[in-house]
């Protein structure tokens, strides 16, 4: 076990709509990190937050959004919905111990766009 | 370009065997490299992860990864399988201080008895 969690495990949305994805991190966790994992590939790096603030994004465009909040918990927000959009979605927590950070991965959001 | 090469996208072994999964790396500055696990239906498990000090690193499950520079290498290795192990194997890298991992594809690992 991990200590993240993520709501909702799976969701079917159609083209053009908008979803928001959930994530509860660990007590002390102040970075939070977003992946897309389509299906057969491995996960590509949305963008992270570390204390409420984006701290750097991977090529995902605009209609990808997040906030993260002061309880530890974060959202994905996802606008314009596109088939491509279907994956796996992780969210990832990790604290600094010695200067390393040990990230810990929840066990993702399956979203189906039709 | 940063990028992460799993050349193996499916390996099968027999049960008790030994397993070597290969990873390379293609990172312009010191990479901090990780394997994860990922059972079907799962999210990521962290095995191991090197950073700096001894290139042999120890992790979970009785697994082991070797950093070898010259090779831009971090293959993963476990003397005897167990049926449990069963999975797909990501290798990544990401700098030091940050969690932008950068994942391979991953190599599926199915294992007979």
């Known amino acids: 076990e991990t200590g993240v969690t993520q709501s909702p495990t799976h969701l079917i949305k159609t083209r053009g709509q908008q979803v928001t994805l959930r994530c509860s991190s660990q007590?002390?966790?102040?970075?939070v990190s977003w992946y897309q994992q389509a299906l057969g590939q491995g996960p590509q790096f949305i963008f992270q937050?570390?204390?409420?603030?984006?701290?750097g994004r991977g090529n995902f465009p605009p209609r990808f959004s997040g906030l993260q909040f002061p309880n530890y918990s974060s959202e994905l927000n996802v606008n314009a919905l596109e088939l491509d959009d279907s994956a796996l979605y992780l969210c990832a927590s990790s604290f600094s111990s010695d200067g390393q950070e040990t990230q810990y991965f929840g066990p993702g959001t399956r979203l189906l766009v039709l | 370009a940063q990028s992460v090469t799993q050349p193996d996208i499916h390996i099968t072994v027999s049960e008790g065997a030994s397993l070597e999964l290969r990873c390379n790396y293609s990172y312009g500055a010191t990479p901090y490299l990780f394997w994860y696990v990922q059972s079907p239906g799962q999210g990521l498990q962290l095995l191991l992860k090197?950073?700096?000090?001894?290139?042999l690193v120890q992790g979970i499950k009785g697994f082991e990864a070797e950093f070898k520079r010259s090779q831009s290498s971090f293959n993963l290795r476990k003397p005897s399988v167990h049926w449990s192990d069963a999975a797909e194997y990501f290798c990544?890298?990401?700098?030091?201080?940050?969690?932008?991992?950068?994942f391979g594809t991953g190599t599926r690992l199915q294992v007979f008895p």
């Open positions: 090197y950073f700096s000090g001894d290139t």
């Open positions: 990544a890298v990401g700098p030091l201080h940050t969690d932008k991992l950068i």
């Open positions: 937050y570390y204390r409420e603030e984006e701290n």
């Open positions: 007590s002390g966790h102040n970075t």
